[in-house]
Structure formats: C-alpha cells, structure tokens
C-alpha cells in the first residue's frame, strides 16, 4: 500500500468529539505496550505518527487518523496497566462501548496480541463481546521478531486455541521488520471497502 498522505486528526472521549462520520474506519485495539502504535506507524510508513513509548498507559483517548484521504485510523488506548489510575481504567470501558456501539462509519476492529503471550482476561472478554455483537475483527500477532520460529509457531497455536480460531487466521507482524505489512493492509482493504453498518 503507498501512503501519500496520513495525519493525526484528533484525541476524543465522546462522540461530540469524533471527526465527521463521512469515512470508513477501523479501530486498533490491545493490552497497554502491547505495540498498536507501532502497528499504525508501519502500516502508514511513520516513525512516529503515532506516540510510541516504552512507558505503557500513556495514550488513553480514542486518537484518529486519516489516510490517503480515504479512511480513518482510531488508535485505542491500552488496556490493563495496573499503574494507570483506577479512575482512568474504569474510563476505558464506556468510552470505548460507545464508540463501537455507535460509530456508523466502523467497518472492523484489529485487535493486537503480543506473540509472547497467551490472551489476558481484558483480551478475551473483548474478543467475546466482539464477536456478540458481529463486529468484522483482524486478529493480530505482533513483535514476532522476539522469537524463533518454533517458539512462534507453538506461541501462535496456543493464542489462537484460547481464542477458538484456527492458527493460520492469525496475522504475523512485525514492526521492528515490517513483516506483515502487506498481508494486514490487504485485510483492511477488504474491510475498509465493505457495507456501512
Ligand atoms: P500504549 O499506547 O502505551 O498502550 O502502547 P502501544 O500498544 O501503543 O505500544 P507501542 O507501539 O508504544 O510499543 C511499545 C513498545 O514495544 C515500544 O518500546 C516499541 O518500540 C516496542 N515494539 C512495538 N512493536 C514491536 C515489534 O514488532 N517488535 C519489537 N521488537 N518491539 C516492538
Ligand atoms: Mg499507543
């Protein structure tokens, strides 16, 4: 995918907020430092579009972005950093059930997991709630580079059991080698060209 043009558009809690819903988007979605700013900053070909830290937590507004014009990128806060306040944690939930519950313009959500390990709790009641309410999902393996082949390939077998999928429909990415690029741009297109809700 060639990207001639991507840019932070605005941080948001409530719809009030939101950019137009006048364009496809798709959602990012994952444990806190588990690498979803990294994912859009390699699907976009930005160092640092997107807030990357080595500190977790420190994004917890809904972020959108725009791309080529065409879509719309919302980068999640994480979840699951015991240091972030409880107040702020309780935030996450609400905000996020409203936006995927009321967002005409979402075509899917990617949820991000880390290669290294098994699915948390926050992980798998998303996951389920997701797939009540039928909402398209890309599931993600990153930071694959962490390991070896084997260690991937067990690794990935074992997620994709605790999800209930199958391990060949899990995506392998990278964002230090940019493997997986090209396969997860492909899966968004299909999404990002699908039906309004
Ligand atoms: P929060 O917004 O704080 O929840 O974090 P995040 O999920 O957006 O993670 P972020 O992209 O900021 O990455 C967290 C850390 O993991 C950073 O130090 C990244 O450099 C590192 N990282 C992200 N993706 C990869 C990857 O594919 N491989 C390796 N080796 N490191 C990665
Ligand atoms: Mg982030």
């Not at 988007?25 to 806190?32: I, K, L, M, N, Y």
């Not at 700013?37 to 640092?48: D, E, F, G, Y």
């Not at 702020?88 to 290294?116: A, F, K, Q, S």
């Not at 199958?166 to 741009?185: I, K």
């Amino acid at each position: 995918m060639q990207i001639h043009q991507a840019r932070f558009l605005c941080s948001a809690v409530s719809p009030e907020h939101y950019p137009p819903a006048d364009l496809p988007e798709v959602a990012f979605a994952g444990r806190s430092n588990v690498g979803k700013s990294s994912v859009i900053n390699t699907l976009l070909n930005r160092k640092n579009l997107v807030r990357t830290s080595k500190t977790p937590g420190c994004t917890q507004l809904l972020n959108f972005f725009e791309v080529n014009g065409r879509w719309r990128f919302v980068d999640f806060p994480g979840y699951g950093y015991a240091k972030v306040p409880a107040e702020e944690r309780r935030r996450w939930r609400p905000m996020v059930e409203r936006y995927l519950n009321g967002r005409r313009t979402l075509r899917g959500l990617v949820l991000i997991l880390d290669v290294r390990r098994l699915p948390s709790p926050e992980d798998l009641s998303l996951w389920s709630w997701l797939q009540e309410r039928g909402l398209a999902v890309i599931a993600v393996v990153t930071k694959v580079d962490k390991l070896s082949r084997n260690e991937r390939a067990k690794q990935i077998s074992a997620i994709a059991g605790r999800l209930g999928w199958g391990p060949e429909s899990l995506l392998r990415f990278s964002a230090t080698s940019g493997e997986g690029r090209e396969e997860l741009w492909s899966a968004l297109e299909a999404l990002l060209g699908g039906q309004e809700r």
